[in-house]
């Protein structure tokens, strides 16, 4: 029993010495950013992997790091393995501080092909101010569906990822709920790649965060005059002197 337990161990040491380390790319949409590594012992484990990034770990914008990107592994050459884009979802915290008490969350599912050839399933989602009705819910669903399926069909896919995590699609549907009642946010809650359409061209602009409009100067002060030294103190005029009085000789005071 020994030597089958030490045997079993040292084929075990055996598999994992075999294994090699692979870097995962993102897609060119992402610049080929490095997701990280995974072992494998032969490339074609590698294929069909699963990474996940969040969009502030691929664009360095803070106000997206509740948005969670998935790639698939499509592609492997020599030890770099390359991915496409495979769905996204929010982190549950951000989607409980979003429904809280006495507001309605509305959901879609919206099934949608885009200008490439790829079909998306896109899951949006409405949180209202207030409790509302049915009828509001379903008008609002209606909305959500119409407006997800414009946006989608004129867009390539990088066009629709760079939409759904930078707001765009969800400002569409905003402006168009309006008129039903009034919406405290939209959000696409998730989508997910059903089938995969025509690559993306590696021409197209990678997706970043968007630039801050830099500081204005701060408006300084005008100058205050220079202050002029002070002059020096006339003297004051002297007094003309008195004239002194003439002496008078004794002998003329006698007389």
């Not at 161990?9 to 380390?21: F, G, H, L, P, S």
């Amino acid at each position: 029993m020994a030597q089958k337990a030490r045997a079993a161990a040292k084929k075990v040491k055996d598999k994992w010495r075999a294994k090699e380390w692979y870097n995962i790319h993102a897609p060119d949409m992402f610049s080929k950013m490095q997701l990280g590594e995974t072992p494998s012992d032969t490339p074609d484990h590698v294929m069909g992997r699963i990474a996940e990034a969040t969009v502030q770990d691929l664009t360095g914008d803070f106000s997206k790091m509740h948005i969670k990107l998935r790639f698939k592994v499509t592609d492997v050459r020599g030890f770099d393995a390359f991915t496409l884009y495979d769905g996204h979802t929010l982190t549950n915290d951000y989607v409980r501080r979003l429904t809280r008490r006495k507001r309605t969350k509305t959901d879609a599912v919206v099934d949608v092909i885009t200008k490439d050839g790829w079909e998306v399933r896109v899951k949006p989602m409405a949180v209202s101010e207030q409790r509302i009705q049915a009828s509001q819910e379903t008008a609002i669903r209606n909305i959500m569906k119409e407006s997800v399926l414009k946006v989608a069909s004129e867009s390539t896919i990088s066009d629709l990822v760079r939409k759904i995590i930078m707001g765009e699609m969800a400002k569409a549907i905003s402006d168009a709920s309006k008129i039903i009642v009034p919406v405290k946010r939209i959000e696409i809650g998730k989508s997910e790649v059903i089938r995969a359409g025509r690559p993306p061209e590696p021409g197209e602009a990678p997706i970043v965060a968007p630039e801050e409009p830099a500081p204005e100067p701060e408006p300084q002060a005008p100058e205050a005059p220079a202050e002029e030294p002070p002059k020096p103190e006339e003297p004051a005029p002297k007094e003309a002197a008195a004239p002194a009085e003439e002496e008078i000789p004794p002998e003329e005071r006698a007389q």
